[in-house]
């Protein structure tokens, strides 16, 4: 039997990790459709990203192979079965607030503060460490070790579903990108548009609006569907109330409510603006929705028509109501948890559309098919069209499969801690695989930074994580 101290060996190797961790942070790899070209589907950030990482690998020895740029694979090893590993190189929106640069990948406190650092950057440079430590220590392995890095899992994960249309599937693997000890089941999760065109509004029956304060013009908060909005602007013509009232009356419910934002009148029209807390969207109760915020305000003026309807439904049916309750689509479940609802994005134009874009999350033990037509019954009473942009269905692995049971043991071993198993609301490439689970890199009781201003991970982690990665990718291939 082999007995190797695998944290002893990443200890050896812990000041090259810090170094290339870094580097590959300080590449800002957000989508970026204006720069997407063949062989960059999603822009030359991403594709830098990605060359960075194969880079690495290929340094290492492993085999290369590139999927027009959607996709890349590293691999190292011989047999007939395939032990995969999923990460992404794509990163959300950096975002404002930041206490360091975002890719100067800072280190503070022992942490390394950048996007991506948790998300999914950071644990993917241990995995591939951790893969190089089995490599230069010449240890035996019976199965193929592959690395599959993906392009847009922060989006629409077209890389993974492009790449598994033509490459192998792995007989079993794991993704480094959620918790420890590790996450065997997922939620079911998707990415709906609820949106009413200035058309279908119009072929409503006509609602009177008595004494009508102010119009609103535009509404604009949130960039991704998977982020809580924090920050949210409202544009509005006063017609029967004085601008200033409704300035004054916007800096009392701030100050009411223990919120912050501002109001200005400009050229005639008020602007309000709205800041809250993005967090991500698998849990979207910890954070402030700047843009649900908003409309709660206004809700309280008399508006034109069309905005009537758009903030009547956002106030009733989303503020706060981060697991569907009103709408009628709560479920909870012991194994995976509720049902849950994120508003991530809000946009409104009164001579356009009038949009909500929403991250849902659900357990195994409701179908899709039945909470969504509930959903679209009520966007249907303001003549809202749903729209399903993505779909990926619950995920489960048998807890008594090999991988998991390998994977908590070597955890256990390398931590002391016993290794129990979880279900989250998060979608990971884990789903990816036929035989997939989660695996890392957030230790129990760490704050999860991931989606926020100064997202960062703890060097012991980094170095900490790399180790378990390394007896893992041993165990699962020898």
């Known amino acids: 039997m082999t007995t190797v101290n695998w944290l002893e060996e990443t200890q050896k190797r812990k000041e090259d990790l810090i170094r290339t961790t870094q580097s590959f942070l300080q590449v800002k790899s957000v989508l970026d459709p204006a720069t997407a070209k063949e062989g960059a589907p999603f822009g030359e950030g991403i594709r830098e990203a990605l060359d960075y990482a194969l880079g690495v690998c290929e340094q290492a020895g492993m085999t290369i192979k590139d999927v027009r740029g959607y996709a890349a694979h590293a691999e190292f090893g011989q047999g007939e079965e395939l032990i995969g590993i999923l990460s992404h190189v794509d990163v959300v929106p950096e975002g404002e607030g930041w206490s360091t640069p975002p890719y100067a990948a800072e280190i503070v406190d022992g942490k390394i503060v950048a996007r991506g650092a948790i ?15 089995v490599m230069e220590l010449g240890l035996p392995l019976s199965k193929r070790v592959r690395f599959i890095f993906g392009t847009d899992e922060e989006s629409s994960w077209k890389c993974v579903n492009t790449y598994f249309a033509t490459e192998e599937m792995p007989t079993m693997g794991f993704t480094p990108d959620a918790d420890f000890p590790l996450i065997y089941a997922e939620k079911g999760l998707t990415d709906l548009t609820l949106r009413q065109t200035l058309a279908a509004f119009q072929a409503k029956p006509a609602h ?8 609103l013009v535009s509404l604009q908060s949130g960039l991704r569907m998977n982020m809580v909005p924090d920050k949210g602007e409202a ?12 300035v004054e009356r916007y800096r009392q419910h701030l100050a009411d409510n223990d919120l912050k934002g501002s109001a200005e009148e400009k050229d005639g029209w008020v602007v309000l603006r709205m800041e809250g807390v993005s967090v991500h969207g698998m849990d979207p109760g910890k954070g402030v929705n700047a843009g649900t915020h908003l409309i709660h305000f206004l809700h309280t003026l008399q508006l034109d028509a069309r905005a009537t309807s758009y903030v009547r439904f956002a106030d009733q ?51 899709f098919e039945h909470w969504s037509a509930v959903l679209a019954a009520h966007g249907a009473e303001e003549a809202f069209e749903l729209e399903v942009v993505e779909h990926l269905t619950p995920h489960r692995v048998d807890p008594n499969h090999p991988l998991v049971t390998t994977l908590q043991r070597v955890y256990t071993e390398q931590t002391g801690e016993e290794a129990g198993i979880i279900a989250i609301g998060g979608a990971t490439y884990g789903r990816s695989l036929d035989v997939g689970v989660a695996f890392g890199p957030l230790f129990p009781g760490r704050p999860d930074s991931a989606h926020q201003r100064d997202e960062y991970i703890l060097v012991d982690d980094l170095i900490k994580a790399t180790a378990i990665y390394a007896q893992a990718i041993y165990e699962l291939a020898k």
């Open 208 to 215: 009177e609006t008595a004494d009508v304060q102010t119009k």
């Open 119 to 133: 998300d999914d950057k950071g644990p993917t440079m241990a995995a591939i460490f951790a893969a190089k430590i």
């Open 317 to 367: 049916y989303l503020h706060n109501q981060h697991y569907g309750q009103t709408l009628g689509i709560a479920h909870d479940d012991a194994e995976m948890g509720p049902l849950s609802l994120n508003t991530g994005v809000l946009e409104y134009q009164a001579e356009g559309d009038a949009i909500f874009r929403l991250n849902i999350r659900y357990p195994h033990s409701v179908s």
């Open 235 to 246: 544009v509005l013509i006063p017609q029967g109330l004085d601008a200033q009232a409704i």
